[in-house]
């Protein structure tokens, strides 16, 4: 095939060098001093993933040192604002070990705003603190970089590999070199996948020109969810996707608005439209709506019945705040250090926020595990708190053995953010530490078969362009492959249209969700057709087929959750109501991987918390 193989035998190979992989490399080295570390990224670990850009908080900080909140709160916090369901084990146990993570943030130097009046890290809410953090990516990158032994950036990991000397075990990750072209074979006794959630799975907002604009990273593309059930680990909650209320067409945060500028929102009309949706929500969800604070998912199905009702627009007062120069500038920043973009569309749409109310809208949904909600791997515990239905030997190890995961990919753990994907990563590369000592002399075995097939399939769909390009004059469309782009705008309409997207307002049914399934499997079948012009049309397949897989996953476990547990994230058309009864349960997958058949199961939710 005239392709280099480029082999890397290690201990711990980190699979994506965002916020969990960084805190992964990190601690990995920690506790094992002799082991060789590798970390495996798709862009650049300086600047990638979700926090690439930057972020003006820290989203998740208990302040235990000051009395400020226990670990305990944040576990009943997360534990309501997913309408009753997390890992709560996982949960408290991010807690516990959050705030040593932000502590080293600030000794590695990230600039931190403080409480003037009490020297205190400056509270945003009861969770953030304000951050200068524009840079904070570098500076998470540098502690990854002086840990691992060797960080191979622009390496798209497709697959991951088995170990074929015992069943169920990983063996390491296969790739290619979005840059060069090299074939990757990385061998590894444990891997941590911490590739990040899935943006681009449904129809986004904004599209032809916009295209690139979503809130979730674009380049977030379901690799955490889909290495893990490609290797046949078992997922949960993924039905659990996120629809964000954000500032029209930029999705610019709104968090820093209403806990630290006191903006509020109004209907097109002037009024106050939460408390007129209060009886109808009751009549759907019970109890929860009296919960404080509102689960995010009560607050956003208000604003869609809104504007379902016709008095939209549904506007954030910022005139008011805005009148204030120190409020105006922190309005700005906000955006400056995390979504510039937000700034351009207000100027480019004649929008000052001084004297025009700007638009919010709701988002298209996504899928993750670290932001406020837990689509993800179902993972070991930790061994002091975790059920014996929750705990298999090593914390955060999914069902394959030696296969680890942090940040989005971790199911259950809703409300980590980016210090707790970190600390995730951390407990991550502890526990796979011990996995590693526990071996012992055990080897892993990968046989030149397993590698040359994965080759093979990857670099595939360049030979299906290059024939298949012969047969066409001009233009794009052919009757032998199927674009990338092509593809993922008919993943995103099938999940739009059956999956519960924006154009239907977020609503499905059996039905629906059956028919959807049906054409992903179709799907599926016409990706071995895939034509890739070029090394980047060929990672764009791949992130295409880690899209698909995360999209039939969400679309199994939604049509397996016979209830609507979360209006405002999607409703079941045919079962409107949450059901505490039959319901107040996790939900597992697997996708056999020799079959590609999905089972789906119950697993019960333990309130360890009171
Ligand atoms: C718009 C937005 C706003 C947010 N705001 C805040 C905030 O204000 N405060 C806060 O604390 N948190 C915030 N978060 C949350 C935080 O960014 C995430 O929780 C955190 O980054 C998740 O960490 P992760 O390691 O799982 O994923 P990421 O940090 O996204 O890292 C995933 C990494 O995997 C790489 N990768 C992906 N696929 C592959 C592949 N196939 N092969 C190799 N590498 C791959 C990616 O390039 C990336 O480097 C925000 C997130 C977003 C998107």
Known sequence: MGIKTVYEDCDILVVGGGMGGTGAAYEARYWGRDLKIVVAEKANIDRSGAVAQGLYAINCYMGTQWGENNPEDHVRYARNDLMGLVREDLAFDMARHVDSAVHKFEEWGLPFMKNAETGRYLREGKWQIM????????????????????????????????????????????????????????????????AGGASHIFKPRSVGEGMGRTWYAPWSSGSAYALSIQAGAKMTQMENRIVLARFKDGYGPVGAYFLHLKTYTQNAYGNEYETTWYEDTKAMVGEYIDHQPTPTCLRNHAFIQEMKAGRGPIYMVTTEAFQDPHLEEVGWENFLGMTVSQAVVWASQDIDPKYVNPELTTSEPYVMGSHATCSGAWCSGPEDLSPEEYFWGYNRMMTVDGLFGAG?????????????????????????????????????????????????????????????????????????????????????????????GISVNYMTNDKMLERGIELLDIMEEDFEHIGAEDLHQLLRAWELKHRLLTSQSVAQHTLFREETRWPGY??????????????????????DPETREWTMEKAPVYHIVD
């Open 408 to 500: 989005d990919a971790v199911g259950g753990t809703a409300h980590a953010f980016s210090s707790g994907s970190f600390t995730e990563g951390r407990l991550a590369a502890k526990a796979a530490v011990k996995y590693i000592n526990d071996l012992k002399d055990e080897k892993i075995s990968v046989t030149d078969k397993q590698v040359d097939d994965f080759k093979q399939a990857i670099y595939q769909p360049l030979d299906n362009y290059r024939i298949g390009s012969n047969e066409i004059v001009g233009g794009t469309v052919s009757p032998s492959y199927l674009l990338p782009i092509q593809g993922l705008q008919r993943l995103e309409k099938v999940m739009d249209e059956y999956v519960g």
């Open 570 to 591: 999607y409703y079941r058309g045919d079962h409107m109501k949450l059901d505490d009864e039959n319901w107040h349960c996790l939900t597992l997958s697997r996708r």
């Open 131 to 194: 951050i200068h953090g524009e840079s904070f990516k570098p500076i998470v990158a540098d502690a990854a970089r002086k840990s691992a032994d060797k960080i191979y950036n622009r390496i798209m990991v497709t697959h991951l590999l088995m170990d074929e000397s015992r069943d169920n075990r990983v063996g390491g990750a296969v790739g290619f070199n979005c840059r060069t072209g090299d074939f990757h074979v990385f061998r590894a006794k444990a891997v941590i996948v911490a």
